[in-house]
């Protein structure tokens, strides 16, 4: 494609036409000039392609693989597994002539309440991150396209068209842009798509901030930038500000009369739509216009990979007594409509049409039979029903294990709304407390988008997180609670114990249309941590059928600069009789913190997911640089570190933490620092030649001669204008003063 000669060639009408959708998932084509158009569907867990319309929930989308939501295959901490889906879901893009999948959804659990929390990978960025670029790589290296989303600050679905997030700059460089930043410039998505809300007053979809300043200029994205669907505002300032398709579209849209009109009148310089007119064109070589050969996909190896996924990922969060793995000779209920009818996605955009589905109660049977009881129903269990509750009291008192499958039904959580708390449907904490009166082994299966409260948590003895568990989710829960699977997911979230503990309870849904973050960078175990809060089960939690050891942590440096990196070995040992998989998780936190930040105990910097045989050990070697270190400088708009001790701390979780290091890193950017009349003398003792001025006023301010050797607690906080004014210095001017500073300081 020559596209400077094609944009040449193009008429006013037909480069706004090229800016927005021909209908729902199309781009507009451009016959004359062979620019076909190129089709977009919905993922991220799966393609949704549907052959036309949208909006209408009758409409069902064509059959493809349903993996686990990002909520569960998160939990697998496996950048090669998740690329593995990428690619899979990239094949079945090529088999439908999809050339974009929109996904993958990186905005970050704020709160437990976001109703698209399924959707997402987790609370802290750095995973979220990870997980994304796994899943590009993955999905692109077939030659499909895709659509990081919704950028940004999209963390609520309550007045998702209109509300404004306020968000400061130091805490969206680093919670809430870090995936979209690291995907940009290391994953090179085709598409970025704005998001439906404001940000610091804006609509994401006409931020000249996000779409041009930040996204461009700074991180060079190439790609192009849509709107979420039915997002735009002004269509021209979107454009201005970088906007370059909206969708969906239809054959003759206003938006594009106003382009048209605005290039007319003067108002729009026709050199901008150019700039989105190339990039829609570039994109199209990239990803379209291939005509693609319908190479069909294997959907077994498909099937046999959601299996794979969901098994990796599922968290097994309790397993005090040893209840679990079950003996196939026990005599086993299964409870609850879930092991019939799993919850094995979310609702909205990223619902997928499964090529099957496996159920619990179908799976269980290659080992054993089990007898079933429906203990309450789906759609109507607010309240607990007495019949269906007898009914699976009795199976318990006779069976010697129960398992019961409850969690969020579908009306609870979705994408278009929130959740109003967190609690599991009242009928089935009633059931599950009655049925653990009868019977001391009860083990719990939960499905669910998001955390739930469990009030009934001490009297169950096992607890599995299958979360939503995409198509082969039955197989899953089986092969891990009869043990032929050994659990190794980890938790990609935090779990309160309250909803109230969540750092942004007080804030979250706003008000009015306005959503404030107030709690700045304390998202998720960053704030537990800080708060020495107790939680349900902590960030980076989960289970095994066996046990690991970690030893001989050793760091190839204790000092360094910031421009170098370090490496740092632990050797990991599987100290059980069983293989299974282990997740390293290195965190990183300021040894001693102290005034001139504040920031998290500690984040999570790295982690490495190990496969063990019984009695194995491996050397887990990980690199860290200087963006380990470092925290978001809003005066240099950069990262920087503090010169500083820090811990390097190895976890089987956040909070179990099986070894620690020190290591001293040396700043090598000093930020300019100027001291003035109402400089504090603690933040003066900072400074380079504070010695020799210090030492100059003690000996020349009587009211200061001890403040060298015996200072009150007071004197840190004075400021030199104080002593001045005291009289105590000189009779000299304020500008006078200034003028010494000047010299014996700055
Ligand atoms: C969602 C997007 C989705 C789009 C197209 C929107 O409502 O927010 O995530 O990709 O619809 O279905």
């Not at 600050?153 to 209109?162: D, G, I, K, L, V």
């Not at 130091?170 to 090179?188: C, D, G, M």
């Not at 598409?191 to 979809?205: A, C, F, P, Q, V």
């Not at 046999?304 to 005090?320: C, G, I, Y």
Request: aromatic share 8%; with cysteine.
């Amino acid at each position: 494609m020559d596209i400077n000669e094609i944009i040449s060639q193009m008429t006013l009408e037909e480069k706004a036409g090229l800016c927005s959708g021909v209908n729902s998932w199309e781009t507009k084509p451009v016959e004359k000039l062979g620019v076909t158009s190129i089709m977009m569907c919905d993922g991220p867990h799966g393609l949704r392609k549907i052959a036309s319309g949208f909006g209408d929930p009758n409409l069902k989308s064509n059959p493809a693989t349903c993996f686990p939501p990002a909520v569960l295959s998160a939990c697998s901490f496996d950048r090669e597994l998740i690329g593995e889906i990428g690619a899979a879901i990239g094949d079945e893009c090529v088999f439908e002539n999809v050339s974009v999948l929109l996904g993958p959804g990186v905005n970050i659990k704020r709160s437990p309440l976001c109703g698209r929390n399924f959707e997402y990978p987790s609370e802290d960025p750095y995973l979220s991150g990870e997980f994304a670029k796994a899943f590009i790589d993955g999905v692109q290296s077939k030659g499909v396209g895709t659509c990081i989303k919704h950028f940004a600050a999209n963390e609520q679905e309550t007045r998702r068209f209109s509300s404004d997030s306020r968000v400061d700059e130091r805490t969206l460089h680093e919670i809430y842009f870090p995936p979209f930043k690291k995907v940009v410039e290391e994953a090179q998505p085709t598409m970025i798509m704005s998001s439906y809300n404001k940000l610091n007053g804006d609509y994401t979809s006409e931020s000249q901030y996000l779409l041009t300043e930040i996204l461009r200029d700074r991180w060079a994205f190439d790609g192009v930038a849509v709107s979420d669907w039915g997002a735009v505002n002004h269509r021209i300032k979107g454009l201005v500000a970088g906007l370059d398709l909206e969708m969906p579209g239809s054959a003759e849209p206003l938006n594009d009369k106003f382009i048209i009109e605005a290039v007319r009148s003067g108002a729009l310089p026709e050199s901008t739509l150019d700039i989105a007119v190339e990039r829609i064109l570039k994109l199209i070589e990239r990803v379209g216009n291939k005509k693609k050969e319908s190479a069909p996909f294997d959907a077994d190896k498909h099937n046999s990979l959601a299996l794979r996924v969901a098994t990796e990922s599922m968290v097994l969060l309790k397993n005090d007594k040893g209840l679990l793995p079950l003996n196939e000779k026990a005599k086993i209920v299964f409870i609850g409509e879930f092991a019939k009818t799993p919850r094995y996605q979310g609702a909205g955009s990223s619902d997928v049409n499964p090529l099957s589905i496996t159920c619990a109660l179908d799976a269980v049977m290659k080992y054993t039979n089990v007898s079933y009881c429906k203990g309450y129903d789906t759609n109507n269990c607010d309240e607990p029903d007495a019949v269906l509750q007898a009914e699976a009291v009795s199976a318990a008192k006779v069976a010697d294990v129960c398992v019961l499958f409850v969690g969020l039904p579908p009306a609870y959580e979705s994408e278009g709304f929130d959740r109003k708390h967190m609690h599991l449907p009242q009928g089935q904490n009633s059931l599950i407390e009655a049925v653990a009166k009868e019977n001391p082994n009860v083990v719990v299966v939960l499905h669910n988008g998001s955390p739930i409260e469990m009030p009934w948590i001490d009297s169950v003895g096992s607890l599995l997180e299958a979360y939503l568990g995409g198509q082969a989710c039955g197989g899953a829960i089986i092969d891990i609670l009869f043990g032929k699977a050994n659990p190794c997911g980890k938790l990609a979230e935090s779990f309160p114990l309250k909803l109230s503990d969540n750092p942004s309870y007080l804030f979250y849904f706003g008000e009015r249309d306005l959503a404030e973050y107030r709690e700045g960078v304390f998202v998720g175990y960053r704030y537990y941590d800080a708060k020495k809060m107790d939680v349900l089960f902590p960030f980076g939690h989960g289970l095994s059928y066996t046990s690991y050891e970690y030893s001989n942590l050793r760091l190839s440096k204790t000092e360094i600069d910031d421009t170098e990196t370090v490496t740092i070995q632990v050797d990991v040992t599987n100290i059980g009789t069983i293989a299974g998989k282990e997740i390293v998780q290195l965190y990183v936190g300021q040894k001693e913190k102290d005034d001139r930040l504040i920031r998290a105990d500690k984040e999570l910097k790295e982690f490495a997911k190990v496969s063990l045989g019984a009695g194995e050990t491996k050397t887990v070697v990980f690199t860290l640089d200087k963006y380990a270190f470092a925290y978001y400088n809003t005066e240099i708009s950069d990262w920087h570190v503090l010169s500083a001790e820090y811990e390097i701390i190895l976890g089987r979780s956040s909070r179990d933490i099986a070894a620690t290091a020190e290591i001293v890193v040396n700043s090598t950017v000093q930020i300019p620092f100027r001291a003035d009349v109402n400089t504090t003398i603690r933040d003066i003792r900072r400074m380079e030649r504070s010695e020799p001025f210090l030492k100059w006023l003690a000996e020349t301010v009587p009211f200061c001669a001890k403040i060298n050797d015996d200072p009150e607690p007071y004197v840190p906080e004075m400021v030199l204008r104080q002593l001045w004014l005291m009289g105590m210095m000189t009779e000299k001017s304020l500008d006078e003063v200034q003028k010494t500073i000047d010299e014996k300081l700055n």
